[in-house]
């Protein structure tokens, strides 16, 4: 039998799904490196790495749907593993509890379609322009949210949809004490009135009221809230139409 150079001997690359193209055999004399342990070790870790990435996020997509069609109450592990279409231990793994449940549902939506950011408003000097961008963004918010903002009031008893809650009335205050700077001028008695005013302008069940229950289009929604405010930046007089005394 004819000896084979050293120079053409071939090796079999098992692995060689990860050398991608690579063909099974590799003629050592084409000078080809393969892959180190260390090197297919962290290709086997990163692999598992974006798995686990992709089931996080499929499950943190079937409770987020699960919280918008039938609220957080009513979301069980077992609904939440069969729409991801995983085992519920799987749903155990990366959500230990309620709260990292709402947590990564919080973060899924977030990301889909975040809220307004109040920041954003105090760019605009006027008042009035002020207010009517900011309500125009969050009855969109609204609109397009409204089936799980709906279900976050109805389960208000639930901790974790209670500590949110409080969260966004904090965020919602912070965006009053932007909308009412250039309403009123120094000592006006009207300060508390203007402030809750607007505060319930920017409530969600106000645009539910207006708009759900009223049958108002956000538009109008709008305007009304923004005469609402108008009235009360004014003196009382004006607001009810008082002719002042002679």
């Known amino acids: 039998m004819r ?48 798995k686990q990435a992709e089931t996080h996020l499929a499950l943190a997509r079937a409770a987020f749907e699960l919280h918008s ?89 639930m901790p974790v949809v209670a500590a949110a809650l409080v969260r966004r009335r904090d965020v919602l205050a912070k965006g009053v004490a932007i909308l009412e700077t250039g309403w009123l001028g120094p000592g006006s008695e009207n300060a508390r009135l203007l402030v809750a005013a607007i505060g319930h302008a920017l409530d969600f069940t106000t645009w539910r009221s207006l708009v759900e229950n009223q049958g108002l289009s956000e538009d109008e929604a709008v305007e009304a809230m923004l005469v609402l405010v108008r009235c009360v930046s004014s003196s009382l007089a004006d607001c009810r139409g008082e002719k002042p005394s002679a």
Request: positive net charge.
């Open 3 to 50: 000896s084979i150079s050293s120079s053409r001997k071939w090796v079999y690359a098992a692995d060689h799904s990860f050398l991608g193209a690579l063909p099974t055999h590799v003629n050592i004399g084409d000078h080809v490196s393969l892959p180190k342990e260390g090197q297919r070790r962290s290709y086997r870790l990163q692999r598992r790495a974006v």
């Open 69 to 157: 069609s039938m609220g957080p109450s009513r979301t069980t592990v077992s609904a939440i593993a069969e729409k991801a279409g995983v085992q519920r231990l799987t749903v155990y793994r990366h959500f230990p509890d309620e709260e990292a449940v709402f947590s990564a549902c919080s973060a899924y939506s977030f990301g889909q379609d975040p809220p307004p950011n109040p920041e954003v408003w105090r760019s605009i000097a006027e008042p009035e322009a002020r207010l009517r961008t900011a309500l125009l963004q969050l009855y969109g918010y609204y609109s397009r949210k409204r089936q799980l903002l709906a279900n976050l009031y109805r389960d208000a008893e």
